[in-house]
């Protein structure tokens, strides 16, 4: 089974300007979350979709926004990127059991620098 | 404030031995612990996972023993290899129903020497 997919891998924005990272869950896989990696903060939670809702969010500002679509795909958008933005975006899919107690499967991650 | 601590940044340990990270925690809703293992640049590797209603799970070199009176958790490795070494995290869920939100310690980077 394929596991979670990530693209691109590395991205190189400006201040000001928007990105948007895709995420391939697992196949069978509902669910998906999103996590901003820094040095500083480590892994933090940003939100997470299951059947095409926002299901939880952490605490990131507006900018920070996803989506799902109908295969489980996400996409994450941040709009007007800081430089404080720049971080490793990770993906994690589950199967989105409402009863919890569930392994997360995370992807390679997308690099993003913002100069 | 942390919910998830690891209070030991790193730790070296010699090819062989016993590795032991430690991990503790504050909220008593978390119900799931897992431990991930992670290179630079790569996505974090799920290793062995334990629900509140055990004590211990076992996979391989790979133990996780859980005290939930002290609120803390181990990840034992024996015996110890260079492969090993990486930065593992451990992760809780289960915050009241905040399903798809795990909770991170910020690692403990692990050095296995030959």
């Known amino acids: 089974k394929a596991g979670v997919t990530q693209t691109p891998r590395y991205l190189i924005k400006t201040r000001g300007q928007q990105v948007t990272l895709s995420c391939s869950p697992i196949s069978g896989h509902r669910s998906v979350s999103w996590y901003q990696q820094t040095p500083g903060q480590g892994l933090q939670f940003l939100f997470e979709?299951?059947?095409?809702?926002?299901?939880n969010k952490g605490n990131f500002p507006g900018r920070f926004s996803g989506r799902q679509f109908s295969n489980s795909r996400s996409e994450m958008n941040v709009s007007t990127l800081e430089l404080g933005d720049s971080a490793l975006y990770l993906c994690?899919?589950?199967?989105?059991?409402?009863?919890?107690?569930?392994?997360?499967?995370f992807g390679p991650g997308t690099r993003l620098l913002v100069l | 404030d942390q919910q998830v601590k690891q209070n030991s940044p790193s730790l070296s340990v010699q090819e062989g031995r016993i590795s032991i990270l430690n991990c503790d925690y504050t909220?008593?809703?978390?119900?799931?612990f897992l431990w991930y293992k992670k290179y630079p640049a790569e996505g974090p590797t799920f290793l062995i996972s334990i629900s509140s209603i055990k004590d211990k799970n076992e996979d391989g070199r790979f133990t996780v023993f859980l005290n939930k009176s002290a609120k803390h958790l181990s990840l034992h490795i024996v015996p110890s290899q260079p492969g090993d070494s990486a930065v593992y995290f451990c992760?809780?869920?289960?915050?009241?129903?905040?399903?798809?939100?795990?909770?991170f310690g910020k690692g403990t980077k692990l050095s296995v020497k030959p």
């Open positions: 992760a809780a869920s289960g915050n009241g129903g905040s399903q798809g939100n795990l909770i």
């Open positions: 994690a899919s589950s199967l989105g059991s409402l009863a919890g107690k569930e392994t997360q499967y």
């Open positions: 979709y299951f059947s095409e809702t926002q299901r």
């Open positions: 909220n008593s809703m978390f119900d799931y």
